[in-house]
């Protein structure tokens, strides 16, 4: 009888018995065993060097899919490769205040800003409700962002996801980080924050409680907490404002902006203790020949007046004039009448 073998795509089979179909199978399994004991046999027999070649690598390393790239790194743990990886970025990253590679999440709020000056900017200029406004602690920052790899952790300077430097100047002390190192930052102690400039060229005053520059070092007027206040023309908090502030000579300080735009306006005179902020002898001397070539009429050639300066603080009697009173003390017309006339009687 004849049987008929399905094979294994569904084909009917060119053999007519099942005898032919199993004889011929055992003969190819028999085939099939035969030379897999040759190639046992002849790769027994080759020796080390022979294996070498089997196993070499192709001479071509696009030849093959699994070849190590064309442009290799330095080897791992170089100082090369370190000090390359740590400066990836370096003044690509950060705001309008700051060159970083990191942003802050803050405390207070929980939102991400590049800086605390951004927090502040958006939560104080930019919010409308008055209960919603407030300042970010820079001492309480806990997490920062690398701008890199986008990686959440604590405050370090180097990032532990991509080991990139968010930071070439880092205080650990006021969570702060900046790019810029030509600004020459240093944290002083006293003050409590960092502060620019060298710390070779500046010295802290006890007294007046801030940083001042070696210059001032030998003989300032010392003015309690001189820097804890608003600027008194702007408004502005004076201890870590970013502006250039100017120590005048009575020993308060404002913005050096500030005090430019008063000159701009005639305005010589510290707005906190009126004396004044820099040396004014052409302008005295200019006001000698004004007065004198403004004589006063008849009816005032005698009245005399008490008048204050404002610059030593003596107390002298002048005749009156109209246009101003010189200080027979210092010769300053920065003075301020207290008492006596122009009161005239009419007959």
Known sequence: ??????????L??????????????????QSQHLVQDDASSHISGLNDGDLEVVQAAPEDEESSASSTP??????????????????????????????????????????????????????????????????????AVQSVICSLCNTEQEVRQKCINCGVRMGEYFCDKCKFYDDETKKEQYHCDSCGICRIGGRDKFFHCEKCGCCYSTVLEQG?????KSMHHNCPVCFEYLFDSMKDITVMPCGHTMHLE?????QKHSQYSCPMCLKSVCDMTKMWER???????????????????????NDCGITSQVAFHILAHKCTHCTSYNTRQTRGPPSTSRS
């Open 1 to 10: 009888m004849s049987v008929v073998v399905v094979g294994r795509e569904g």
């Open 287 to 309: 006001l000698d020949q004004e007065v004198a070539a403004t004589p006063m009429p008849e009816a005032y050639l005698n009245k005399l007046v008490w008048i204050l300066c």
């Open 258 to 262: 500030c005090l430019k735009e008063m």
């Open 70 to 139: 064309r442009h290799r790194a330095p080897p791992a743990g170089t100082v090369e490769q370190q000090q390359t990886s740590e400066s990836l970025g370096l003044l690509e990253y950060g705001c309008v205040h700051y060159r970083r590679r990191c942003r802050i999440r803050s405390p207070c709020c929980g939102e991400i800003f590049d800086c605390r000056h951004c927090h502040n900017e958006a939560k104080n200029a930019n919010e409308r409700d008055p209960k919603k406004r407030h300042d970010l602690p820079r001492h």
């Open 220 to 224: 300032h007027p010392c003015v309690e």
């Open 12 to 29: 009917t089979s060119p053999f007519r018995t099942s005898e032919d179909y199993l004889a011929m199978r055992d003969h190819a399994l």
